[in-house]
């Protein structure tokens, strides 16, 4: 059985239909990549995942329950943007998840119990590289030291499934190369689930175990919300392949176009 399936899953807002007929089956330990043009409605699909937005239509599920309306523990996700609190400090950042999980009318632990957490807090700090940086404000480090907190974050609660949404997109191309191959140990070390939103084909192949790519298969040119997305291509990759740079025949037709402003 899959950890996830999509069944006919629709969303819609209004008369625009952005997802039509998503039909999915995710192993648990995949590495997902999503691609495809602007307004193709990758953002979207990692919402209903997330939690964040119902569907429309269909079904999804998790171990083959229902999967919970609210985003539990099982599910993490990482932004583009630095999804982290300025107020706080590298440690305050990661303790904070901890705290809500055990404690999450004062957010607040004690003790043993708050010891265990700074400990458990500090343990993921130094797996992402940040064990020297406990004690520094959002403010004082740079894009790839945030996005690192970031992960951290996602992965205190010891998620089962980890969505990124352009996670590498605002970084310069060396620290992407050092987030890539964070991601990818961090992936095999914690046997995560990773289902990843990117405009960049090269990173799409050259991390993920599956390439899908979202676009519309039909078009009314005088009603141009009326169909929505589906899953136009969708292919397996080895380890080995993914490794490597992307083959490239593999995903080249003409009507794919590569997001570069933003993603729906």
């Known amino acids: 059985m899959s950890l996830l399936s999509l069944s006919n899953v629709w969303v819609e807002y209004g008369e625009k239909v952005v997802l039509e007929r998503i039909a999915l089956d995710i192993e648990e330990g995949a590495f997902v990549s999503i691609i495809g043009p602007s307004g193709a ?25 229902p999967l919970p309306a609210e985003c539990g523990p099982d599910r993490g996700v990482v932004f583009q943007r630095y999804s982290v609190f300025p107020h706080l400090t590298v440690l305050g950042n990661v303790l904070l998840g901890a705290e809500f999980a055990a404690a999450p ?61 352009e996670p590498f997109g605002a970084l310069d191309p060396g620290i992407r190369a050092d987030m890539h191959q964070l991601i990818t140990r961090l992936w095999r070390e914690h046997g995560l689930t990773i289902i990843m939103v990117t405009h960049d084909i090269k990173e799409a192949f050259g991390l993920g175990t599956r390439v899908l790519t979202l676009d519309k298969r039909r078009h009314d040119p005088h009603a141009p919300h009326r169909y929505g997305a589906g899953v136009v291509y969708d292919l397996a990759l080895t380890r080995k392949q993914a490794a490597e740079a992307p083959p490239p025949p593999v995903v080249d037709p003409p009507s794919i176009t590569i997001d570069t402003i933003g993603n729906n």
């Open 41 to 65: 409605g990758k953002s979207s699909l990692l919402r209903v995942i997330l939690g964040q937005e119902k569907p429309t239509r269909g079904r999804i599920t998790l171990d083959g329950a």
């Open 105 to 165: 009318f004062a957010a607040r632990l004690f003790g043993s119990a708050r010891r265990a957490a700074i400990a458990e807090a500090e343990a993921m700090l130094g797996e992402v590289g940040l064990g020297d940086a406990k004690d520094l404000y959002p403010a004082q480090m740079s894009g790839g030291m945030q996005q690192r907190l970031a992960i951290a974050q996602a992965l205190i609660k010891r998620p089962r499934i980890l969505l990124l949404d």
